[in-house]
């Protein structure tokens, strides 16, 4: 593989990994910035948009759970994957308005350590209940082959002026998250809701002062955080497998992509979630290599990789690298 097409794979791979992260912190990001809540079960949302939107578009066997005790040992609707597309980030969105009514707008006024308990105490909830019902096996999505017209959705594709072959999926993930970046963008930024949120972020107490009810648009914020992430879910789950731990596990990347990025900024997520991506599909390709006559294995410092470069970020620019300092703060 010529030089030109490895930098193709490895920028397309690094944007498709960020574009998970994009998609989490973007609501997360929000969140935090707006309502000042620390909602440690943003994962548990992912998850539930990744099972819900498996189970819509295939049917999965049941082995160890209560639903086959129960007589269910199958489940599924095999509606396809743009049916998930529609409907999971709907019933997403329906799950966040009832987790800010009578989760999060409880614990506005306490600690964050208190919105840490509680939020994480849900995700554990969602994690186990899932145990129950469906077990621990991992689950893999049957990509779509394609879409009406012929379009691929899936297998590989070449590039152009190289030898190189990418998967169609990815680049069609690079897609989907920046349509809806670009209308979640367009919401915060140009519309009277938007203006509200970003007033509300900035000096709560004048909006109310105005007589503006800012618990609407919080709520509606909230779901719309909510349901991003359940997309994340539907769409990343073809490219990973699917069990109930993985909202734990991906919970921490996105955190990481509202510090990088910067509190409350929709441009922000998105750096920060293209840096991240980028920093770890690079070290995993790096592979093994001979530094200095020693044999060194960068994989495994995929992870530890996205730690120093918050660090970095941290040290030198505090409030994030597209973050009001005022809002951080």
């Given at each position: 593989?010529?030089?030109?097409?490895?930098?193709?794979?490895?920028?397309?791979?690094?944007?498709?990994?960020?574009?998970?992260?994009?998609?989490?912190?973007?609501?997360?990001?929000?969140?935090?910035?707006?309502l000042?809540?620390?909602?440690?079960?943003?994962?548990?949302?992912?998850?539930?948009?990744?099972?819900?939107?498996?189970?819509?578009?295939?049917?999965?066997?049941?082995s160890?759970?209560?639903?086959?005790?129960?007589?269910?040992?199958?489940?599924?609707?095999?509606?396809?994957?743009?049916?998930?597309?529609?409907?999971?980030?709907?019933?997403?969105?329906?799950?966040?308005?009832?987790?800010?009514?009578?989760?999060?707008r409880?614990?506005?006024?306490?600690?964050?350590?208190?919105?840490?308990?509680?939020?994480?105490?849900?995700?554990?909830?969602?994690?186990?209940?899932i145990?129950?019902?469906?077990?621990?096996?991992?689950?893999?999505?049957?990509?779509?082959?394609?879409?009406?017209?012929?379009?691929?959705?899936?297998?590989?594709?070449?590039?152009?002026?190289?030898?190189?072959?990418?998967?169609?999926?990815?680049?069609?993930?690079?897609?989907?998250?920046?349509?809806?970046?670009?209308?979640?963008?367009?919401?915060?930024?140009?519309?009277?809701?938007?203006?509200?949120?970003?007033?509300?972020?900035?000096?709560?107490?004048?909006?109310?002062?105005?007589?503006?009810?800012i618990?609407?648009?919080?709520?509606?914020?909230?779901?719309?955080?909510?349901?991003?992430?359940?997309?994340?879910?539907?769409?990343?789950?073809?490219?990973?497998?699917?069990?109930?731990?993985?909202?734990?596990?991906?919970?921490?990347p996105?955190?990481?992509?509202?510090?990088?990025?910067?509190?409350?900024?929709?441009?922000?997520?998105?750096?920060?979630?293209?840096?991240?991506?980028?920093?770890?599909?690079?070290?995993?390709?790096?592979?093994?290599?001979s530094?200095?006559?020693?044999?060194?294995?960068?994989?495994?410092?995929?992870?530890?990789?996205?730690?120093?470069?918050?660090?970095?970020?941290?040290?030198?620019?505090?409030?994030?690298?597209?973050?009001?300092?005022?809002?951080?703060?």
């Open positions: 593989m010529s030089f030109v097409g490895e930098l193709i794979v490895l920028l397309v791979n690094g944007l498709q990994t960020g574009a998970i992260y994009v998609l989490l912190a973007i609501g997360l990001s929000i969140i935090l910035g707006t000042k809540f620390v909602n440690f079960a943003h994962g548990a949302l992912y998850v539930i948009g990744a099972y819900v939107g498996l189970v819509i578009t295939q049917e999965i066997s049941i160890n759970g209560r639903l086959a005790e129960w007589g269910f040992p199958t489940l599924g609707l095999e509606w396809g994957f743009f049916a998930a597309l529609v409907i999971v980030p709907m019933l997403v969105f329906v799950v966040g308005l009832a987790m800010e009514r009578f989760v999060a409880p614990f506005y006024d306490r600690p964050d350590t208190d919105q840490i308990l509680v939020t994480f105490g849900l995700a554990i909830v969602v994690q186990e209940l145990h129950a019902l469906i077990g621990p096996r991992t689950y893999n999505y049957d990509i779509p082959s394609e879409v009406a017209g012929g379009i691929p959705l899936s297998g590989p594709v070449g590039v152009p002026l190289s030898a190189v072959t990418i998967d169609v999926w990815r680049v069609w993930v690079i897609a989907i998250t920046a349509a809806l970046v670009i209308a979640v963008y367009a919401i915060v930024e140009y519309t009277d809701f938007g203006l509200v949120v970003k007033a509300g972020t900035r000096d709560p107490e004048m909006v109310r002062l105005l007589g503006i009810r618990t609407r648009p919080y709520l509606v914020m909230f779901g719309i955080g909510a349901a991003l992430a359940g997309i994340a879910g539907v769409v990343g789950g073809p490219l990973q497998n699917i069990n109930p731990e993985i909202g734990m596990t991906i919970l921490v996105a955190f990481l992509t509202v510090v990088i990025g910067g509190v409350g900024s929709v441009r922000g997520a998105v750096l920060g979630g293209t840096l991240i991506g980028m920093v770890q599909v690079t070290l995993i390709s790096l592979g093994t290599q530094l200095g006559g020693f044999s060194v294995n960068f994989t495994p410092w995929a992870q530890v990789g996205i730690y120093v470069l918050a660090v970095v970020v941290l040290l030198t620019r505090p409030q994030g690298l597209l973050g009001s300092e005022e809002v951080s703060t």
